[in-house]
Each structure stands twice: as structure tokens, then as C-alpha cells.
């Protein structure tokens, strides 16, 4: 596909991606620009973001896609009450994660066998990798993109309802939702840190709107 508007701007060829999700593949045409790693030495679950140039297919104003991949290393014990993997057996592990065997870790509240204690047949819950990917048609929506999830100010737990409608909150009862405000996520925070001065769209976007790193 030729844009050589866009592609001068950019100083390189227009790429196709496909990229994994929980779902279909994501496609779409843009220029890879940074990714950010935010694990540590220790790291049992974290998060890759990667930012890229899109160029949306009605040949619209070039945008960016922030593409996410949570990773997680951690399994479960099979009917814990973590509740937060996918049931398998030892030896269909792979199907449920891409993460290397050797790498897998125990959940430390449900503390299940280590791996090499257990046979092929065996079921523990596996925590899937997840993926998330977001569309924006401009520097000002990636920002918003990177805010953290939205939670109440009265209970901290997930939104329940608009504000004012009474709806309760099925964690604790709350019955009073206000959105707490959302700062940027600490790793969105580091990947703009590294991009901005490189993409003058971006930095504009953050005078714009005050944004502080
Ligand atoms: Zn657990
Ligand atoms: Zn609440
Ligand atoms: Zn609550």
C-alpha cells in the first residue's frame, strides 16, 4: 500500500502488522515507535506496552494504537478461591500461555505443588496473558487511553452504575458512585517519558492538557 505523504513524514515504508489479542489477530498499517517493559528481576506478572503510528484505513489523519500484553507466570491451585486462571492439565499448560514452562511460579496465596511434583494429568488454573489494544485518532485520545482503569471514589472498587443512579456495588454495597479520578498508569507514564520527544504530537497533546510526568 503507497501513502507517500505520510510515509516521507514518517522517514520509512508503511508496515503491516499483525499483532496476537484473546481473540482474532489485530491488522493495521502504521510505523512501530517504543515499547516499554515494565517487569522487574523478580517479575511474576507485568505489563508490555507498545505504542504505534496508525494509519487508519479510510486514510484519515494518522492516529496511534497503544497494544498491551499482560503477562503472567502465575498458576493456581485447581478450585482456589483466587479464581483467576483457566483450568488445564499439566501437560496442556501450553495451550493456555505462551510463557515458558521453566518460568511458571506457584501463587503464593493458594500455594499449589510445584510443577515437577505433579503428572501430565494433573489440573491446576492457569493465568492467561492478555492482551489490550486500543484505537486512537489522536495524540489527545492516547492520553486518555493510558489513564488508569476508571474505579469509585467512595468504595475503590469497579464502577457500578453512573453517578447518582443508586446502583450498588456488588463487592461492598456501596450505593454512591463517583469516578475516582484516573492519573495515567505508571508504565504509560514511563513510555511517554521516552516517546515525546520524538513525536511533537504527542508532546503538543500533554501541554495541552497539563500533563505531568
Ligand atoms: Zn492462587
Ligand atoms: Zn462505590
Ligand atoms: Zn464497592
Known amino acids: 500500500m503507497e501513502n507517500p505523504l505520510t510515509e516521507a513524514a514518517m522517514n520509512s515504508v508503511l508496515r503491516h502488522f499483525e499483532l496476537p489479542t484473546n481473540d482474532i ?3 493495521f498499517d502504521g510505523w ?3 515499547s516499554l517493559d515494565n ?19 479510510d486514510g484519515g ?29 499439566i501437560e496442556n ?4 500461555t505462551p510463557e515458558p514452562f521453566a518460568d511458571l511460579e506457584p501463587c503464593p496465596d493458594c500455594a499449589p505443588p510445584e510443577l515437577d511434583d505433579l503428572d501430565d494429568d494433573d489440573q491446576i488454573e ?23 482503569e476508571a474505579k469509585c471514589r467512595n468504595c475503590f472498587h ?29 508504565p504509560m507514564q514511563r513510555l511517554l517519558a521516552q516517546v515525546k ?6 508532546a503538543m497533546a500533554m501541554r495541552e492538557k497539563k500533563t505531568q510526568l
Not at 489523519?61 to 492439565?89: Q, R
Not at 456488588?170 to 498508569?185: F, H, K, M, V
Not at 520527544?197 to 504527542?202: A, D, R, V
Request: proline fraction near 7%.
Open 25 to 27: 489477530p489485530i491488522e
Open 32 to 34: 512501530f515507535i517504543d
Open 39 to 57: 517487569g522487574g528481576k523478580d517479575r511474576i506478572r507485568w505489563a508490555v506496552l507498545e505504542l504505534y503510528r496508525w494509519q487508519p484505513k
Open 61 to 89: 489523519p494518522l492516529g496511534y494504537i497503544l497494544y498491551t500484553i499482560g503477562h503472567s507466570l502465575v498458576y493456581h491451585d485447581l478450585d482456589a478461591e483466587c479464581n483467576k486462571g483457566v483450568v488445564t492439565t
Open 93 to 96: 499448560i501450553g495451550d493456555v
Open 126 to 148: 492457569m493465568e492467561e496473558t492478555w492482551y489490550k489494544w486500543v484505537q486512537c485518532r489522536s495524540a489527545g485520545e492516547l492520553l486518555t487511553a493510558g489513564r488508569k
Open 158 to 186: 469497579r464502577p457500578h452504575g453512573i453517578p447518582g443512579s443508586g446502583e450498588k456495588c456488588r463487592g461492598c454495597g456501596c450505593d454512591d458512585y463517583a469516578e475516582a479520578p484516573r492519573p495515567l498508569s505508571i
Open 197 to 202: 520527544g520524538k513525536e511533537p504530537e504527542i
